[in-house]
């Protein structure tokens, strides 16, 4: 449910390296969620081994918010709310990466109160592969579960190797209404799994989209 590829800049897997890293773990349905871009999603829709759910990390402030489903990118920097009813008005999801993660670009406690009072969030990442604390990922399945909210898992894969290193076992579903219900009945599975990104030379094409 969170995952990156060369569109997002700090990220350099390639949709070749992609394809392999997919093919490897074994996945469904992969939710590619690059910072502030929906071009590398869009692109790669039927490229990949397995379905794709076209997503984007937006940056706000100091933390970042998860649109899953969309149709069109949405420009960073916006007030929070506003950029949670954006994700809404094109059909999407509302997901919270990494939240309480001290070392993250996470959204704010009280933020994240915020967007749940005012019936902005459709679910919450209750587990993180790069979040190292088992706490961290407690307390954010206990929020979730408090407040109603089904839990996602989210590799947040920057490299090739860490894809699958999180997800969610759920049954099928058919557009975001049918995944928000399945999701309320999936399981959370992952470890984690934060590798150091290896330098290697290569050309990141343009993200034909500003950032």
């Given at each position: 449910?969170?995952?990156?590829?060369?569109?997002?800049?700090?990220?350099?897997?390639?949709?070749?390296?992609?394809?392999?890293?997919?093919?490897?773990?074994?996945?469904?349905?992969?939710?590619?969620?690059?910072?502030?871009?929906?071009?590398?999603?869009?692109?790669?829709?039927?490229?990949?081994?397995?379905?794709?759910?076209v997503?984007?990390?937006?940056?706000?402030?100091?933390?970042?918010?998860?649109?899953?489903?969309?149709?069109?990118?949405?420009?960073?920097?916006?007030?929070?709310?506003?950029?949670?009813?954006?994700?809404?008005?094109?059909?999407?999801l509302?997901?919270?990466?990494?939240?309480?993660?001290?070392?993250?670009?996470?959204?704010?406690?009280?933020?994240?109160?915020?967007?749940?009072?005012?019936?902005?969030?459709?679910?919450?990442?209750?587990?993180?592969?790069?979040?190292?604390?088992?706490?961290?990922q407690?307390?954010?399945?206990?929020?979730?579960?408090?407040?109603?909210?089904?839990?996602?898992?989210?590799?947040?894969?920057?490299?090739?190797?860490?894809?699958?290193?999180?997800?969610?076992?759920?049954?099928?579903?058919?557009?975001?209404?049918?995944?928000?219900?399945?999701?309320?009945?999936?399981?959370?599975?992952?470890?984690?799994?934060?590798?150091?990104?290896?330098?290697?030379?290569?050309?990141?094409?343009?993200?034909?989209?500003?950032?």
């Open positions: 449910m969170h995952s990156h590829t060369m569109w997002s800049g700090d990220c350099t897997t390639t949709p070749e390296e992609l394809v392999d890293a997919l093919t490897a773990c074994a996945i469904d349905v992969v939710c590619l969620t690059d910072h502030n871009a929906t071009a590398g999603a869009e692109r790669l829709r039927d490229e990949l081994p397995c379905r794709v759910v997503g984007e990390e937006i940056r706000i402030g100091q933390g970042e918010l998860i649109g899953l489903f969309l149709s069109e990118r949405i420009a960073p920097g916006m007030p929070l709310l506003d950029t949670a009813r954006a994700i809404r008005d094109q059909g999407g509302v997901y919270v990466p990494h939240p309480f993660d001290p070392m993250r670009n996470c959204l704010a406690p009280h933020e994240i109160d915020e967007l749940v009072e005012h019936g902005l969030v459709d679910a919450i990442e209750a587990f993180n592969a790069k979040t190292s604390l088992s706490s961290l407690r307390q954010a399945a206990v929020y979730a579960s408090v407040k109603g909210l089904p839990g996602g898992a989210g590799s947040d894969a920057h490299v090739p190797d860490a894809f699958g290193a999180a997800y969610v076992e759920m049954p099928d579903f058919d557009g975001p209404a049918e995944f928000l219900a399945a999701l309320a009945e999936g399981v959370v599975y992952g470890h984690h799994c934060d590798p150091a990104r290896p330098w290697t030379p290569r050309i990141i094409p343009s993200l034909d989209e500003p950032t």
